[in-house]
């Protein structure tokens, strides 16, 4: 359905051109959910606006870029069939759905709109099947929510007509960026459960965006490890959760809190930062920070290479915790 390749993605300032994407390769299936995991400033937001045409003015993809969804080449879409590709073949869920969501203008109004503008359905026939949306997404009371704004919902229910509007059209791939940021763990489980439904429900495919590996654990199927703009790791979940292959994911998986520990453990934290967009490390860009790092990773940047397992399992280390393919480099 979704194939990515080479994306990336400049932007020009006034320090000098930065790459927060830099040569990613992704290809989606109908049905499937890969999640895209990383710490904050890997790329991971870019790279899917990137994807679906929305990144910032002041970014350009890169003429020798590719993303193609169903056979199109999104990347050569104008503004007005974009507007036509939006919502009905890909849509998307923000991250914070105060900013995302128009804040004078009442929910049933920001649901039908695109229903009517993309399905063409009378007013009274949008303003049923919103209603049903909201039903949908389980938020108690949907008719008499479709009058009330923004500012009036939690957090909670917020995100789930978010939900609601993204999935007004049934796209066929859904984007969720970063979906539960600003709410609480229980919120956050059943935001992702709901998410989890709803794909099953209409066989649609799905990018789940997340700083948290232990999110995107639970809700896909394969997971792509994002740092400086590219993958350091890709892989099937399981497979990856199971044996890491690269110290940075590595590193992720310790990073999470674990319940068995005694009252006022202490975490384990991954050194230093990553690295300055504008002043990129030579070699892996991950050597600054890594405990296997040696001469070669300080020179020469790795390529993904197959790990030869079960399943499809790449990673991008001179130095990995289980052994590669040499010589195997194709991305997935």
Not at 28 to 33: A, D, H, Q, S
Not at 71 to 81: F, T
Not at 129 to 136: G, N, P, Q, S
Not at 161 to 180: N, R
């Amino acid at each position: 359905m979704l194939e990515v390749r080479d994306l990336r993605t400049h932007i020009d300032t006034p320090g000098g051109r930065i790459t927060p994407v830099d040569g990613v390769d992704i290809s989606l299936y109908r049905g499937e959910t890969i999640g895209i995991v990383g710490e904050s400033g890997s790329g991971k937001s870019m790279l899917v606006r990137s994807i679906m045409g929305i990144a910032p003015s002041a970014a350009t993809v890169d003429q020798s870029s590719t993303v193609r969804f169903d056979g199109r080449d999104v990347l050569a879409l104008g503004q007005r069939e974009s507007q036509k590709f939006w919502g009905r073949e890909i849509a998307m869920v923000f991250q914070d759905p105060l900013t995302s969501l128009n804040p004078i203008r009442t929910i049933g109004r920001q649901i039908t709109d695109p229903i009517r503008h993309h399905l063409g359905l009378s007013r009274k026939d949008a303003i049923e099947l919103a209603v049903e949306l909201l039903d949908r997404v389980r938020i108690p009371s949907p008719r008499a929510r479709m009058n009330e704004y923004p500012h009036q919902l939690s957090g909670g229910m917020r995100q789930r007509v978010g939900i609601a509007i993204a999935l007004s059209c049934s796209p066929k791939l859904l984007i969720a960026d970063e979906p539960t940021t600003a709410l609480d763990v229980t919120v956050q489980h059943e935001i992702l459960d709901l998410l989890h439904s709803l794909q099953s429900e209409s066989d649609m495919a799905m990018i789940l965006v997340s700083h948290d590996l232990a999110v995107v654990s639970q809700h896909t199927d394969r997971i792509g490890v994002m740092y400086a703009g590219h993958f350091l790791e890709v892989g099937a979940t399981r497979a990856m959760l199971d044996e890491p292959a690269h110290p940075y994911t590595d590193a992720l998986l310790s990073s999470i809190p674990r319940p068995d520990l005694p009252p006022h453990s202490r975490l384990t934290v991954i050194d230093g930062r990553p690295p300055n967009l504008r002043d990129m490390p030579q070699g892996c860009r991950f050597a600054p920070r890594c405990t296997r790092v040696s001469d070669v990773c300080r020179s020469v940047d790795p390529s993904l290479e197959d790990t030869g397992g079960a399943s499809v399992h790449r990673v991008a280390c001179h130095h990995p915790l289980i052994p590669v393919l040499s010589g195997s480099s194709e991305a997935s």
